[in-house]
């Protein structure tokens, strides 16, 4: 017998040992796991709290969430950034300065960059700095009389604009930060004060030393860093548009 | 969520073939609920116009992996024929059977002996029939290195088959 009808024959044993060969059957494989995604039973940790783009969906009760010393580790999802709660403390990381924050363009720039429009808020005048990274846009405000500077940066503002339901960009929580559920306007989101980490796609992990606002509008998620009260910080975030 | 429950009806069995194939059968339908799992957490990820079929085998076969791994399991994956039917429309004759199961049972044998990377290759190409350009997708490498691999695989799988056949005569 040749090599090559030796060959041949193995070949055609093996694609006859496709149905022939043991494994599981599986009967309910499918209802199973659409009963999971429902019912999130725990299979897949953290557990995830999602919030639809057009609907409230009322999992996270309205008021303070202080984590402190929480041993559960938990995600809250808003738009394309997704907030995981850990125990224990952040890892010390580099905070946000301009390099790190993509490339400095235009906003025309910017709008053909991302493809959407990109959002200011009113009565702050045009930002010092708008940057570019993938689908992220970064528009940067230096401190002054109004904006306390954020420790580690010369920005009293930043406004990061992402687009899209996939989460780009996960900020991590742990103990001493503060999360409340607010309302940007219309919007639904989150405040968060305290040390926060922001991961983001490619494993790169930034220090967030500013308070911050999350919210999404339309197919955009929001996020709004300073030192402003919360009602001031709430006020600016509701200018946005 | 019903039409990813049509998705998991779909391709279950073939994942779960793949998930043997790597983990063997006690941990198959464990890894592949996993991967089903995760890849619905993952589809907006999923580029549209791909073909759904090797993204998910790729997830099953990375799910399976983590399962022996978990388990600190090392030992040789044990593949086996189901209880036997014969392959073909005609009714065979019961030697024929007897034959054609024999060869069945060396084979798998002998394909259990192979690495994990050897009897991926050749369960993407021959027992699941993809193309070379699903099998490269399934496996996260370029097409023409589907084509070495399973070259490379075919041919110890041969050896593996050969010296079965010589230890069987040394028996006798």
């Not at chain 1, 738009?79 to 301009?98: F, H, K, R």
């Not at chain 1, 500013?210 to 600016?236: F, M, N, P, Y």
């Amino acid at each position: 017998m040749t090599d090559r009808r030796a060959m041949g024959d193995l070949e055609r044993a093996l694609r006859g040992l496709g149905e022939q060969m043991a494994h599981p059957q599986a009967p309910g494989m499918a209802e199973a796991v659409g009963r999971e995604l429902r019912t999130g039973s725990g299979r897949t940790a953290p557990r995830r709290v999602t919030w639809p783009r057009r609907r409230l969906l009322a999992v996270v009760v309205a008021g303070l969430l202080l984590l402190a010393g929480t041993a559960e580790a938990a995600r809250l999802v808003i738009g394309a950034i997704a907030i995981d709660v850990l125990p224990g403390p952040p890892p010390s990381t580099v905070p946000e300065t301009g390099p790190d924050l993509g490339s400095r363009v235009t906003m025309g720039a910017a709008r053909t960059a991302v493809g959407f429009q990109v959002l200011v808020p009113q009565g702050m005048g045009e930002p010092d700095g708008v940057f570019v990274d993938g689908g992220r846009v970064t528009l940067v405000w230096r401190s002054g009389a109004e904006l306390p500077r954020i420790a580690g940066t010369p920005w009293g503002l930043v406004i990061v604009e992402l687009r899209g339901d996939a989460v780009i960009a996960v900020k991590e929580m742990t103990e001493g930060t503060a999360i409340d559920s607010v309302h940007v306007g219309s919007a639904s989101g989150f405040f968060i004060a305290g040390p926060t980490d922001l991961l983001l796609a490619g494993g790169r992990r930034l220090s967030v030393p500013g308070d911050v606002v999350l919210w999404q509008r339309g197919a955009v998620t929001l996020r709004s860093e300073s030192l402003l009260s919360k009602a001031d910080a709430l006020r600016l975030a509701a200018s946005i548009s | 969520m019903a039409a990813y429950e049509e998705l998991v009806r779909r391709h279950q069995q073939a994942a779960l073939r793949v998930a043997t194939l790597v983990a063997g059968a006690d941990t198959a339908e464990d890894a592949v609920q996993e991967a089903f799992l995760k890849a619905y957490g993952a589809l907006k990820r999923f580029r549209s116009g791909s073909s759904f079929r090797p993204w998910i085998l790729k997830i099953t076969a990375n799910e399976a992996r983590n399962k022996i791994r978990s388990t600190r399991r090392h030992s040789a994956i044990e593949l086996r024929l189901a209880a036997g039917r014969p392959s073909g429309d005609a009714a065979p004759l019961p030697e024929a059977v007897v034959l054609e199961r024999e060869a069945g049972e060396g084979l798998v044998a002998a394909l259990s002996r192979l690495s994990e990377r050897d009897r991926l290759v050749i369960c993407y190409r021959y027992l699941l029939d993809l193309t070379e350009a699903e099998t490269a997708e399934a496996l996260g490498v370029r097409q023409g290195t589907v084509k070495s691999r399973l070259s490379r695989a075919l041919a110890r799988l041969r050896t593996e088959l050969d010296s079965s056949v010589d230890r069987g005569e040394t028996d006798d």
